[in-house]
């Protein structure tokens, strides 16, 4: 239904209701489309959108501009109802020049809107795309709705008398494109405005520029009756409550800083540089009012030392890392489990092997995390399944890391790392307990003395008086601690750990199940692809199959009730960004034979792949024929 | 080492000792070091269950088990990792490093280089006996060229490491050097290296007798140790010899020679050693037998600030001008409320 | 039956025929146990017995004398049939001191034979060890055949003319052991005594004291007529051909250079000392007459990486290792996985996790080899079933290696390391073609070009004109190589990495079934468990059982045949020194409810152990009852 | 490098470049110090396919897929092992090492003292921007004391590492700095440690206008750089200044000192550079700005046997003195025959 509204200006204008937008702003590097999408994001969060987004941008801090390797891209969903990934295809695809165009449009959607920068669209950045004709003149955009704009000689133009080098003023076309798609999805302009004061509160003569810039772009729209129509996304039913907009990265500092608060420890973080986890640590290191210690280490291995070495001395240690990181923490992360102290290693996980695609995504390190150790040393495994739920994971993985007294792995992906979505505020006293309780009596305590419940052995940190004992990496005496090289002590200690591990499923809580509670199958996934396996399955229940959904948090140990689950379905599928990792877990563990639809292209499942290849697995059609 | 020393305790050599069955090889000189530092421990005044030592893997790094104090005997070449971690985050602790010449110039040779370069407020202790013990005799890298030993049948080809010149290079404030059959000298070098705000980094010449067996009698020879080794004392000349009459002197290019106190040359002709002067210090430590004595002592010291001091000094900061509690954390960034 | 045999000193003495006989040898770690039992092996090597050895010793290099942990142990089986392992349990045992005793007497067969120096029972030894008693005296020994012997005093008498320090002359006592032993299992003299003399050349003096100390040992026994009989084990039939006993870390490091003497290749080692690994570099340092370079590198991580480097030169690339270094090789392996070069990891497994228990066995490694790198990287993984195994398994990795360009991992472990067998000589023209082409023509060459058969892409190294080529990390495009983030090629080379790993399935000979070819259970094993396996299912078809044996050498990929092989049995049982590593990959690829029996003690199976336990699964009985 | 060098190939500066797009920021040190590499090459007489370029990560590890002969871009910090194996088992080949600051001195730091210290034929550049450029701006090993970058928001509490005193503390025997932007004077370093026998280490200052930018402006800076850099010449008096009118003058207690040549001072009291003395190579290497004119060119070059030359002419004695047959070899040992 279209419905006529009143803009700024005071035209009347067409506003078309839309129930989601997917949009996609892209450029080059130094183009400033990051910010342009996370200030879009920002507008339609308040607005009270549900919304997912993805940043992609490439491995090249500044690849040499105009090329395609140096195109950076942001995508935001936005809707009037839950949303569980950023989208599948934009219906809107803003490109600032022939590279970010040659990369992005094959995923438009027909008649999407494109809305380009033609000054960019010179002889020189075709030619260095390969382009032979100009794109913009040659009719291969016909299917879409083509909007050209000289967006930087507009946005110049709008600055002209600022006093700015024409480099400065090019830099605010970012705000231009952001004024021109705000009027467009009808946003009220206050609330931007607000933030390019907040944001540049330093530097006054930038934000009067980026004022400018954004206000030229939206009235530009406004007087231009360049857009036939706007739209409009209404608020979506959004559980009561504070919410802001975050991403995984920074969810995961916040919950290892809250868990550290609510156990009254300090908190030390031993990382060491690595995309995409550097995040991580680029958070962290602001809190320090909140007793957050950060050391940059010398390397991987240095880093999770040190963190031992701060949970030997009483601290919250966590590590942080991506896969090649993780390899290189391996040793270390068996003297952790054999001298059972507590500590959370965080793998933001990146597309490999090796130096693989270090800004893509994927879920490949997951067996890596379970077994990539020598001897028998099995660990905890917790794995987000969304920006928000990063939170909730890091706090978790300190919980357990405490109250069993063990190291835990949490793994996070690309994907959700850098993506973001709304996240309703926790109440911190309302967050699950974690009680610290040092040993301290001389007359009792035992370094291997081991707790009924948890087989947790007590924590007893130097300063202690009459406490002195040693630990170390080579097998000591269940009780004593003592270096032990006796037969069965060693059989005994290895089940010791191992059931450790395993009592921690006594956590977990009953796996949850979106759909029916029997069927045709189960689609089970972990980590990132919970969204896109989410929406897929949604829509093939729509559709009527009879198809369910569960995602497991807890890989290791594997929720009690799994097994029991999965034997309700005819058939079990798993999504993964991987070539079947959880899968040989699920078919070694409960011996189902479990189908995997994978994918290893470094980027997220689409929603549209998942409802087609679920459905020729569950028609038993092979998966080759729909790829 | 901390400087939170507390009068009040009055510790022995036999509070350190602990129950655990000492197992290295009969003859070892680890065991002379053990001793020493056992009768040094109770002179700090600190409390036992402030002290931790830590270590990597070798013979020497069984070292913590000996001692009665906390410690962690952790995994090859990587205690200045967790030494470095503890530290920062229990400032108060006295914290001390043992490893060997392959745990900590081998495979650890970059924490080392690191925590020196940092300046963390703990004793490193390098125990070298220019050989991999437990491992049952490979060349380290500290053994001479063209050693015979288990991997190099046919000589090693490398050119060993200057432990001193190492930790120099890496911008250590306190570089020091003793004999684990000098206990004379050790117990005053191990009390310095404790009193040192900062990393102390200390050689220790230690006999293996199993593997390599008298790798350093030509310095600890009874008879001639006097003429071989040259004790460092600073704001003193570099005088040595029996009868104290031989000396170090330095030319116009910086070239260092020994003169014998004739022909009208006395000390005073002898360079002053002065452990601030980084130029001297490396000097020293490219002297090597038999043109030269064996510097031993304390080659330098010099303050700077510790890492630990200044991680704690932010954080102090921070909470006192811009204070933070979770709550406001949380609620920090571009927040919005659904009713 | 027992006959008259006349002795060197022409007495008439018993000579009873045994079909095997299991001695072991213990004392301190500075007794030279490990000697006289490498001797004792050689002499019934030349005797024509088949044989198998099993020495163990502690993590210490010299604890404090006289300690348990000091206790230095060499075991020896030998036979006129075919063997499998050291024995179960010894019918003879030579102790030096009270600790030797108190850590195996448990181990002695009833009324075996049990020789002791006493002259070590000194009170204070006594005490060390906790004895409260002499045992000698206190008749706590009376099931054993004891024979109390003054060895030292007997040994410097021996020698009191030489001029020698007590020390010195005490340190040849393990020769007078010798020559008891020697005589008690009716050897020729003359063999050790040649031996001697080619030991010692260099020094004579300790020739003369050794040959002295040995015909003292020999004399005494035929003299004092101290053994009421002696034994005779004859030769056992064995294929005609050249043999020599050898350990596996000898038989590894051979394999490596007959394999790069038949590529045609110099071979270039990387390795960080560590136990039980460290023989394999001690061996390979003393080939340089054969182009083999070693280079100890200053920690694993160069190891590999300098083995990497030698390989892009065009060297046959080798590291090798134990648990802790495996961990710390991880990332480099993913970097070899990535730019396909050849190169073989051996990993000679020990006890874990952590330091462990380094110089005790196990096979926890697997998962590790399997899957301890990030991102998709999958390997062939190999592993060697016993100590002259281990040359034929070097070899094949070095082969499939430069055939297929991929990083394989080797795995044996302490057990097999340092365990030794007869070797029947291979004749080096006969062993399986290993042919290295490198890459020349510039017009064709491509540096990710691909052979049909194998996937693999052709080696190039520098030095060739008009072949310059750049390797890395970063995904690159197949075919060109160049660096490339689109998501297609990414898929494509994720999947063509694996699938040049499963076609070295084609390489795999059929699997070998000891026994029927379908039946009630089929027990399949990996590694050094083949030995006790192989009896153990031998006893079990003697008495009847349905029972198979079948011994895994290719772990990744695994034979095709085999999930059809493990179809034909009731019951899969798989018995493995970790909690259940293959079985876990049995149970994900075939969907079979394989059964583990495992064992964490450091120590291999016995073959009795494995007799019960697999008919207590056979019968359905719970394996607690029979732990 | 390889002495190797054969006079019949004449390459030109265009035979190195590839055809890949060269992906550094516009505006990046990394550019001039390729061109000038690329210029330096032909000059080494050595063919293409003869040279490998070998590099860890980080931008600067991007260096060998712009130059046109071999070359591997391998994993982070561990350049200097496969350059250990390629060049230990080629030595024929001209193996140059692409490193950074962090790359090299902070993950990598290990491997390279160890390959300094074995002396392996290779020359090492070390790209020192004082910053971590690939993983967009946390600080590095060599960054200044509190800087405030994205991992230290509130100042880093390190001391930085000091390049060539690692070096020389590492053994190096050869050692060398100089910077992006003086065209002029790279290549003759370049060409130095290309033509010197064994490990050269050479320090570029690089600047990374992105994420550091600026961080060599004192010592560059067009107007003043004659009086803030010391040209080091060897055999030369330590003399700098736009009018050549300062020196580097050494008291008696082995301090430096800057003069102005005034009041009877003069280049007669300066301290002669000797590249072969390593006292005086580690005194330059502690002269900082501002008190010090930074020192740029050879601190250090002397001769030692490089790992390769030894552990190749042990195969060779091998194979002269005790030749073996792999048939021979598994016939070794104790051998037996059954009939
Ligand atoms: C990761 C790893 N690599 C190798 C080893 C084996 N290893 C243990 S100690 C050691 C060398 C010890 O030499 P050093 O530090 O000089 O100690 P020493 O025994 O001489 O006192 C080695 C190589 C190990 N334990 N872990
Ligand atoms: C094992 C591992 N850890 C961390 C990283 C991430 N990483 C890539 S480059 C780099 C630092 C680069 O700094 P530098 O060597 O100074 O190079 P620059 O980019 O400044 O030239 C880091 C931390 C990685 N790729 N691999
Ligand atoms: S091997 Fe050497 S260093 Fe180790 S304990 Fe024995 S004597 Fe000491
Ligand atoms: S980030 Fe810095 S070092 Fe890296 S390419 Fe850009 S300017 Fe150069
Ligand atoms: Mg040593
Ligand atoms: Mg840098």
């Known amino acids: ?627 | 080492m901390t400087t939170e020393a507390t009068a009040a305790v009055k510790l022995t050599r036999k509070d350190f000792v602990t129950d655990q069955d000492v197992r290295w090889c009969p003859g070892c000189g680890d065991y002379a070091i053990l001793s020493q530092v056992q009768r040094v421990l109770p002179e700090l005044g600190v409390p036992r269950e402030k002290i931790v030592f830590i270590s990597g893997i070798g013979c020497s790094s069984r070292f913590p088990y000996y001692i009665n104090t906390y410690g962690f005997h952790t995994i090859h070449g990587r205690a200045p990792t967790l030494a470095s971690g503890l530290k920062i985050s229990r400032p108060d602790l006295c914290v001390w490093i043992a490893t060997g010449d392959g745990d900590g110039l081998s495979i650890g040779g970059n924490h080392l280089i690191h925590i020196l370069r940092r300046n963390l407020n703990v004793q490193i202790l390098l125990f070298n006996n220019r050989i991999y013990g437990l491992t049952k005799g490979q060349y380290s890298p500290t053994s001479e060229e063209g050693k015979i030993t288990k991997s190099t049948p046919y000589g090693s080809p490398d050119h060993p490491f200057n432990p001193i010149g190492i930790a120099l290079g890496a911008g250590a404030t306190f570089v020091a050097r003793s004999i684990d059959v000098e206990n004379q000298h050790m117990p005053g070098v191990l009390l310095r290296a404790a009193q040192h705000k900062g990393a102390s980094f200390v050689e220790v010449f230690q006999n293996c007798n199993i593997f390599n067996d008298g790798a350093f009698d030509y310095t600890t020879d009874k008879e001639n140790k006097l003429d071989r080794q040259l004790r460092l004392e600073n704001g003193k000349p570099m005088v040595f010899g029996k009868n104290n009459d031989k000396g170090i002197r330095m030319n116009s290019q910086m070239q260092a020679e020994v003169i014998e106190f004739k022909d009208g040359l006395s000390e005073k002709d002898c360079l002053i050693h002065d452990e601030t002067n980084p130029a001297i210090a490396y000097m020293l430590s490219q002297m090597v037998a038999p043109k030269f004595p064996t510097p031993m002592g304390v080659f330098f010291a010099i303050q700077k600030t510790t890492y630990e001091e200044v991680a704690t000094e932010q954080i102090n900061t921070a909470k006192k001008t811009r204070p933070l509690t979770i709550e406001q954390l949380l609620k920090s960034g571009d927040v919005w409320t659904v009713k």
Chains 1, 3 share one sequence.
């Open chain 1, 1 to 627: 239904m279209t419905t006529a509204g009143t803009s700024t200006s005071g035209r009347t204008r067409t506003v078309t209701p839309k129930h989601d937008v997917v949009i996609r702003f892209a450029g080059d590097s130094g183009d400033g489309m990051q910010l342009t999408g996370a200030q879009f994001t920002a507008e339609a969060a308040i607005a009270g959108n549900d919304i997912a987004t993805f940043p992609d941008y490439p491995a090249e801090i500044r690849a040499p501009a105009g090329t395609i390797h140096g195109v950076s891209g942001y995508q935001l969903n936005f809707s009037d109802h839950e949303v569980f990934t950023a989208g599948d295809e934009p219906s809107v695809l803003v490109v600032m020049n022939p590279a970010a165009l040659k990369a992005n449009i094959k995923d438009l959607a027909q008649n999407g809107i494109l809305i380009v920068d033609t000054d960019s669209f010179t002889e020189q950045n075709l030619k260095k795309v390969k382009y032979e004709a100009n794109p913009l003149e040659d009719g291969s955009l016909d299917k879409y709705q083509l909007f050209k704009i000289d967006i930087t000689k507009l946005t110049t133009a709008a600055l002209n008398d600022m006093g700015l080098s024409t480099k400065e003023a090019t830099r605010c076309k970012n705000f231009f494109c952001l004024g021109l798609v705000s009027w467009l999805f009808h946003r009220p302009t206050e609330i931007t405005i607000q933030h390019i004061e907040k944001k540049f509160k330093n530097k006054p003569g930038l934000a009067e520029a980026n004022r400018r810039a954004f206000m030229a772009g939206y009235n530009y729209a406004d007087t231009t009756e360049l857009f036939a129509e706007s739209y409009e996304v209404k608020s979506a039913p959004i559980t009561a409550g504070t919410y802001r907009n975050i991403t995984g990265n920074a969810a995961t500092a916040l919950g290892f800083v809250a868990a550290a608060q609510r156990a009254g420890r300090p908190l030390f973080l031993g990382s060491y540089p690595i995309t995409p986890a550097s995040d991580v640590l680029h958070e962290l290191s602001k809190y320090k009012a909140l007793d957050v210690v950060t050391y940059q280490a010398e390397d991987e291995i240095a880093g999770i030392g040190s963190a031992i070495g701060a949970a030997f001395g009483g601290a919250i240690g966590i590590t942080t890392t991506s896969g090649p990181g993780l390899d290189l923490k391996a040793e270390a992360l068996g003297l952790a489990a054999k001298v059972e102290l507590p500590l959370v290693v965080a793998d933001i996980q990146r597309a490999g092997p090796s130096t693989g695609l270090p800004t893509k995504t994927e879920q490949s390190d997951l067996l890596l995390a379970m077994f990539g150790r020598h001897g028998e040393s099995p660990l905890p495994v917790i794995a987000a399944a969304s920006p928000a739920d990063c939170f909730m994971c890091a706090y978790t993985a300190v919980r357990i890391a405490v109250k069993y007294m063990t190291p835990v792995i949490l793994l996070t992906d690309g994907y959700i790392a850098n993506g973001s979505e709304p996240w309703k505020l926790p109440e911190v006293d309302q967050l699950p307990d974690i009680t610290v309780k040092f040993a301290t009596d001389a007359a009792t305590y035992k370094p291997y003395s081991r707790d009924e419940k948890t087989l947790a052995r007590p924590w007893a940190i130097p300063g202690t008086p009459g406490l002195e004992h040693r630990l170390g990496g080579l097998e000591g005496q269940n009780g004593s601690g003592n270096i032990s090289s006796d037969p069965d002590n060693h059989e005994l200690m290895t089940k010791l750990r191992a059931e450790k591990v395993q009592r921690i499923a006594q956590e977990i809580p009953p796996m949850r199940v979106m759909g029916p509670k029997s069927g045709d199958a189960i689609v089970v996934g972990w980590g990132s692809t919970f969204g896109p396996i989410h929406a897929a399955v949604k829509q093939l229940q729509k559709e009527g199959r009879s198809v369910a959904h569960s995602h497991i948090s807890y890989i290791n140990p594997l929720p009690s009730d799994l097994g029991d689950l999965l034997k309700n379905y005819k058939k079990v599928i798993i999504p993964e960004m991987n070539m079947g990792q959880l899968r040989m877990l699920i078919r070694a563990n409960f011996l189902v034979d479990a189908i995997g639809i994978n994918k290893m292209k470094g980027k997220p499942f689409t929603i549209s792949e998942l409802v087609t290849k679920i459905s020729a697995i569950m028609d038993g059609r092979k998966l080759e024929a729909v790829q």
